[in-house]
C-alpha cells in the first residue's frame, strides 16, 4: 500500500517570498491533516479535511496561510508571505474517521 | 490545553524497559501513541480508546485511564530500534489530536 507522500521535501526561501506544499494521502483516506512541527515540538494541527469539507481551521494563520483538497483527494497549503518563524517542518497525515493517522514525510521550510 | 509527557528524556541500555506517561486536562475520547526518529516522520504504534483498555503490540503496551485523563506506554526489553521520540496524542472528543509535549527515548547497546 502506497504511504503519504509529499513534495517538495526540502525549500528554502526567503522572508516574504511564497510557498507551496503538496500531498497526495492515503487512498480511501477521508481525513486529510497538516501539521507544523517546530523542532524539539510535537506537530500542531493547521487544518483538517474530512473529504472536500473543512473540519477545523481554528489555527491556521489564516493571514497568511491557506489550504485546500481538492475533489477530496490531493491538498496543497500555501503560505504568502513567509515569515522566519514559519520555518518548520510541514506534515500531512490522512486517516479513516477516526482512526490512526499516517504521515508522509514532510516539507523542511527554511526560512531566511 | 497541550498534554504533558512525562519524563521529558530516557536514557537506556538494551534490554532495560521504559514508561512514558502522558497527561491531559480534559476529558479524552482516545489516546494515540506515535514514535518519531530523527528526520522522519511519525510513525502510529497504536491508539486506545475510552474503556480504560490495555494494548500491547510485542514488547510495546498501553494503558489509558480516562478518569484520570491518562495514558502510558509501556516498553520492555529495549531494543535499539526504539530510540526516537515518543508523542502521545489526545483526542478529547473533537475528532482531531493534540500532541504532548514528546518525551526522548535513547537506547545505548
Known amino acids: 500500500e502506497a504511504g503519504v507522500a509529499q513534495s517538495p521535501r526540502y525549500k528554502i526561501i526567503e522572508k516574504r517570498q511564497s510557498v507551496a506544499f503538496w500531498c497526495n494521502p492515503i487512498s480511501g483516506h477521508a481525513t486529510l491533516y497538516w501539521y507544523q512541527q517546530i523542532l524539539g515540538q510535537g506537530p500542531k494541527l493547521l487544518i483538517q479535511?474530512?473529504?472536500?469539507?473543512?473540519?477545523?481551521d481554528s489555527q491556521l494563520p489564516k493571514d497568511r496561510f491557506s489550504a485546500e483538497r481538492l475533489k477530496g483527494v490531493d491538498s496543497t497549503l500555501k503560505i504568502q508571505p513567509a515569515k522566519l518563524e514559519d520555518s518548520a517542518v510541514y506534515l500531512c497525515?490522512?486517516?479513516?474517521?477516526?482512526?490512526?493517522?499516517?504521515f508522509g514525510p514532510g516539507t523542511r521550510l527554511t526560512v531566511l | 490545553q497541550q498534554p504533558v509527557q512525562s519524563p521529558q528524556a530516557v536514557i537506556l541500555r538494551e534490554g532495560e524497559d521504559a514508561v512514558i506517561n502522558c497527561s491531559s486536562s480534559?476529558?479524552?475520547?482516545?489516546v494515540h501513541w506515535y514514535r518519531q526518529k530523527h528526520g522522519e516522520a511519525p510513525v502510529f504504534l497504536m491508539i486506545l480508546l475510552k474503556g480504560g483498555e490495555q494494548k500491547g503490540h510485542e514488547k510495546i503496551s498501553a494503558s489509558f485511564n480516562e478518569k484520570k485523563q491518562q495514558s502510558s506506554l509501556y516498553l520492555t526489553a529495549s531494543q535499539l530500534s526504539y530510540s526516537g521520540t515518543y508523542f502521545c496524542g489526545t483526542d478529547p472528543n473533537t475528532d482531531k489530536l493534540i500532541f504532548g509535549t514528546g518525551t526522548r527515548l535513547q537506547v545505548f547497546p
Open positions: 480534559k476529558a479524552l475520547y482516545s
Open positions: 497525515a490522512s486517516s479513516f474517521i477516526r482512526h490512526e493517522q499516517f
Open positions: 479535511f474530512q473529504n472536500n469539507g473543512v473540519v477545523d
